[in-house]
């Protein structure tokens, strides 16, 4: 079975801290994705990443940066932690070209 | 802006009924097409994947594509009360399988 793992279920941070979420994933695959999800909006992606040490942007990246130095290993931090980026944070991973395997979810709460 | 478009819903349907599932996208050349289930404050799971027009079977679930309407739907026959989730429609865009998520359908299944 694939798996996906995420750090932490629930993280609660000030505003103002830097903040670091981490994804494993155990498949091998080349592909992992950062999205949030927020009531109402759906799920949006905020950074992927396609191959060590590669990345490219999403839909939101402002606020966010990745970091993958392993291929099993997919890092997403919140530079200076805001209000506006409590939410529930989705890590998944993939072949190119198929679907998509997500972790557990943390929900981050930024005081 | 590529979009794929959901009901929100609810979606209600009484236990035994086919519920029916239904997500429209923007981009003409999207080749891959998957539905997800999401249960409440869990992460997304995949149900199926469908990349051929027509329909493909799995169980109980039925997805239906028709490229020509820009058209994906999921059908759930015999819907049991486990089926009670949010199913969210996801559409590949561009290349290293970049997904798409509609803001996904609340489906409720009552005894």
């Known amino acids: 079975d694939v798996k996906v793992t995420q750090s932490s279920r629930y993280l609660v941070k000030r505003t103002g801290e830097k903040v670091f979420l981490e994804c494993v994933q155990d498949?091998?695959?080349?592909?992992m994705f950062w999205y949030r999800q927020d009531p109402g909006l759906g799920l949006r992606l905020i950074y992927f990443?396609?191959?060590?040490?590669?990345?490219e942007k999403g839909d939101i990246p402002e606020g966010y940066s990745v970091s993958r130095e392993k291929k099993e290993r997919f890092s997403l931090i919140l530079e200076s932690a805001s209000t506006n980026q409590t939410s529930m944070y989705l890590c998944?991973?993939?072949?190119?070209?198929?679907?998509?395997?997500f972790g557990p979810g943390t929900r981050l709460t930024v005081l | 802006q590529k979009e794929v478009e959901q009901n929100s819903g609810p979606l209600s349907v009484p236990e035994g009924a086919i519920a029916s599932l239904n997500c429209t996208y923007s981009?003409?050349?999207?080749?891959?097409f998957f539905w997800y289930r999401q249960y409440s404050g869990k992460s997304p799971e995949l149900i199926m994947f469908?990349?051929?027009?027509g329909d493909k079977e799995d169980g109980r679930f039925t997805a239906q594509l028709n490229k020509a309407s820009q058209y994906v739907s999921l059908l759930i026959r015999d819907s049991q009360p486990s089926d009670s989730a949010t199913y969210l429609c996801?559409?590949?865009?561009?290349?290293?399988?970049?997904?798409?998520f509609g803001a996904g359908t609340r489906l409720a299944v009552h005894p």
């Open positions: 998944a991973s993939s072949f190119p070209y198929n679907e998509q395997f």
């Open positions: 996801a559409v590949n865009s561009g290349g290293y399988n970049k997904l798409i």
């Open positions: 981009d003409r050349g999207s080749q891959s």
């Open positions: 498949m091998d695959h080349e592909n």
């Open positions: 990443s396609y191959d060590v040490k590669m990345k």
């Open positions: 469908i990349y051929s027009n």
